[in-house]
């Protein structure tokens, strides 16, 4: 299997593990902070939907640019989102839905394809690929750690 599979399939992968993730999260819950200046469940996800657009944008950026300067990212905000848990759950998976959309259509040489980053310098479309994996693994981890406190009290 390829890298680029590999990437792709655990892009492909996010959404259903954040459904599972949530799928037993109460409202309440979902909008209860980790504890001085953490953040919540909901909160987490708003900011999963957030990133996405991000990211999306970085990949059509590199694709239609020539060593584009991207934007950074944007900070977590505390503000407790509007939608409930399951439509932040669909509109991150939707959201996703279309970067994998962007991606598969790609063909393999534009994963080489250069920008900058800043404060981080030159990158590739193929790193900027396993970031988004690399921040999907984070935030699922902390998601499932918040659950685990909300379970157990702690």
């Known amino acids: 299997m390829s890298r ?3 990437l792709l399939g655990a892009l492909e992968s996010a959404p259903g593990d954040l ?3 949530c799928a037993h999260v109460g409202v309440e819950d979902s909008h209860r902070r980790a504890g001085p200046g953490g953040v919540s469940i909901a909160e987490s996800i708003a900011h999963l939907c957030e990133l996405e657009g991000c990211y999306r944008a970085w990949f059509e950026a590199v694709v239609a ?3 584009p300067h991207l934007p950074p990212l944007p900070a977590l905000e505390r503000s407790d989102p509007a939608p409930t848990l399951a439509e932040l759950v669909e509109q991150f998976r939707a959201s996703r839905a279309k970067t994998l959309a962007l991606l598969r259509g790609l063909p393999p040489g534009a994963w080489q394809r250069r ?6 310098g030159e990158t ?3 790193w900027l690929v396993q970031r988004l994996v690399e921040h999907d693994t984070q935030s699922l981890a ?11 009290g702690g």
């Open 115 to 120: 920008a900058t980053l800043p404060g981080e």
């Open 142 to 152: 902390n998601i499932a750690d918040m659950r685990r406190r909300l379970e157990t």
């Open 4 to 6: 680029r599979a590999v």
């Open 19 to 21: 459904a599972r993730l």
């Open 65 to 67: 640019q020539d060593g």
């Open 124 to 126: 590739t479309l193929r």
